[in-house]
């Protein structure tokens, strides 16, 4: 079965620091790849995504992606967060299945708090 | 601007006393999703309608149960709420199952007495 791991589950930093939040799945076929974002009493918002082309991505916020095929991975950087980045970071994956060619549900990984202090 | 509406925000319930949340959608996409999470946790599906067609996932306790009685709303009734059942009820949208991204509302916490 997939899974979706997320190698951190609280990360604090600096304003101003760089961030960087791994990713890695399971599923060797064809992948789409999400990050999702939850701000303290706020819904998922999506970050960016990742279906095809250029694997680095970038997205809403400053933040980007990059898709390493080789490593399952999907890794997101922000290169200077700020006070307002603090927030829960979920990497969520979904995957085609070789033999229906249909897409399976969205794999959630556990989650990464991330707080930045001033 | 489009969106997906979640009411209430905060329920309150006892144990053992039915529950309807509700979800409501703008965007007028073909999917809507279930999902619970509980603090600190992934959000955890519990079934999706793909139009009209109901997708149970096989964990989902038989005490959840939904209704989608068109495009724009999808309800979800817990028959007989457990302590255990306290948690966000996300409710989510897409425009085809599975690829997509998808567009979540902003939840209902319900609590258990």
């Known amino acids: 079965a997939q899974s979706v791991s997320q190698h951190n589950h609280h990360v604090i930093l600096s304003e101003a620091a760089s961030l960087e939040l791994g990713c890695n799945y399971s599923?060797?076929?064809?992948?789409?790849l999400f990050w999702y974002v939850q701000y303290p009493g706020q819904h998922l918002q999506l970050l960016l995504k990742y279906f095809s082309g250029d694997p680095l991505v970038k997205g809403i916020k400053g933040f980007e992606a990059e898709f390493i095929k080789s490593k399952f991975s999907f890794n997101l950087r922000k290169p200077s967060v700020q006070w307002s980045d603090t927030a829960e970071y979920f990497c969520?994956?979904?995957?085609?299945?070789?033999?229906?060619?249909?897409?399976?549900?969205?794999?959630f990984g556990a989650g990464t708090q991330v707080v930045v202090t001033p | 601007d489009a969106m997906v509406i979640q009411n209430p925000r905060y329920q309150v319930t006892q144990f053992g006393k039915p529950v309807t949340l509700s979800c409501s959608q703008t965007l007028n996409h073909n999917v809507m999703y279930w999902y619970q999470q509980k603090s600190s946790q992934a959000p955890k599906l519990l079934f999706h309608y793909y139009d009209k067609d109901f997708n149970n996932e096989a964990d989902t306790p038989d005490n959840f149960q939904s209704r989608r009685p068109n495009t724009s709303f999808c309800f979800l009734d817990i028959r007989s709420p457990g302590l255990g059942d306290a948690a966000m009820y996300l409710c989510a949208t897409s425009r085809d199952p599975g690829r997509g991204e998808q567009y979540f509302g902003p939840g209902t916490r319900l609590t258990v007495t």
């Open positions: 599923y060797g076929g064809t992948v789409n």
């Open positions: 969520a994956v979904t995957s085609r299945a070789m033999t229906t060619d249909s897409w399976g549900k969205f794999q």
